[in-house]
């Protein structure tokens, strides 16, 4: 059973930063993608970025330059650096781990964190 469990969510001045932690135990973390997904209300719930096992990020182009996504795999945990932050970052960030399996059949999983409330007001 894979379980994510985020922490360093809070309330932040807009220009200030947070690094948002995602714990994954477990000895398998290392094949997993990891991303950090964030849902305001009122909107859909978008892909903030993302690391592969191997290392390749991707990131939303609203956050691009802002927010650096990476991995420790000794820990088990992946971070997401939220530098300059704006009243539209604003909003619950989640935690998702992806693998795909191969096999007899082909699936993915997909596995995800309680959320952490990131809030930029000043």
């Known amino acids: 059973q894979v379980q994510l469990v985020e922490s360093g969510g809070g309330l932040v001045q807009p220009g200030g930063s947070l690094r948002l932690s995602c714990a994954a135990p477990?000895?398998?973390?290392?094949?997993?993608?990891m991303g950090w997904y964030r849902q305001a209300p009122g909107k859909q719930r978008e892909l903030v970025a993302s690391i592969t096992s191997g290392g390749i990020t991707n990131y939303a182009n609203s956050v691009k330059g802002r927010f650096t996504i990476s991995r420790d795999n000794a820990k088990n945990t992946v971070y997401l650096q939220m530098n300059s932050l704006k009243p539209e970052d604003t909003a619950v960030y989640s935690c998702?781990?992806?693998?795909?399996?191969?096999?007899?059949?082909?699936?993915?999983?997909?596995?995800w964190g309680q959320g952490t409330q990131v809030t930029v007001s000043s």
């Open positions: 477990g000895s398998i973390f290392s094949i997993y993608t």
């Open positions: 998702n781990a992806r693998i795909t399996v191969v096999g007899v059949s082909t699936r993915t999983y997909d596995y």
